[in-house]
């Protein structure tokens, strides 16, 4: 059998007038986080560990903020996208994990919500995906507010006859 493990960390600033998604769930807040696409802290650390497990690069190398037909995109298209990629290389995800940093707003309540949209866009129980939240204790930019961050591990397996990598 061959397993595989990625980490993929991610950070976005908070800027006013845009609209908050963690974990492809919309989330009531004064202020969005700011990047080329909705800025989904949740999605873009999952997607790196995902591509990280395969060798296969990162977000950045296959949804380049340099292209225009993915300013504004939802992340979970993305995620979708890095499915189909692992797919390609003869791999699927067997289990997700993700540490969010934010010291407002509170993330239980939607978490949830959140691990219902990151199982369905993966093909996978959501049994297999951890999400959970905490602050950083007033330490650092995240500690003062200044954005969100967020921590993922993904295992994945070459599907049976898939090609070797």
């Not at 225009?68 to 067997?94: D, K, Q, T």
């Not at 999400?131 to 961050?149: N, P, W």
């Amino acid at each position: 059998m061959d397993f595989r493990v990625g980490i993929g960390i991610d950070f976005h600033r908070f800027a006013p007038g845009r609209r908050l998604v963690l974990g492809g769930v919309d989330i009531p807040h004064d202020q969005g986080l700011l990047g080329h696409s909705d800025a989904d802290v949740v999605l873009h650390a999952l997607c790196d560990a995902l591509l990280g497990a395969a060798a296969l690069g990162d977000i950045g190398q296959h949804f380049p903020p340099t292209e225009e037909r993915w300013r504004g995109i939802a992340s979970v298209v993305l995620l979708r996208r890095v499915r189909e990629i692992l797919e390609g290389a003869g791999f699927r995800p067997l289990q997700v994990d993700v540490a969010v940093v934010a010291e407002k707003p509170r993330l239980a309540p939607y978490i949830p919500a959140m691990r219902r949209t990151i199982a369905e866009a993966l093909g996978m129980p959501e049994a297999a995906v951890s999400v959970k939240a905490t602050t950083a204790e007033g330490m650092g930019a995240l500690g003062r507010g200044e954005g969100i961050g967020a921590w993922a591990v993904a295992l994945i397996q070459r599907a049976e006859g898939g090609p070797a990598r």
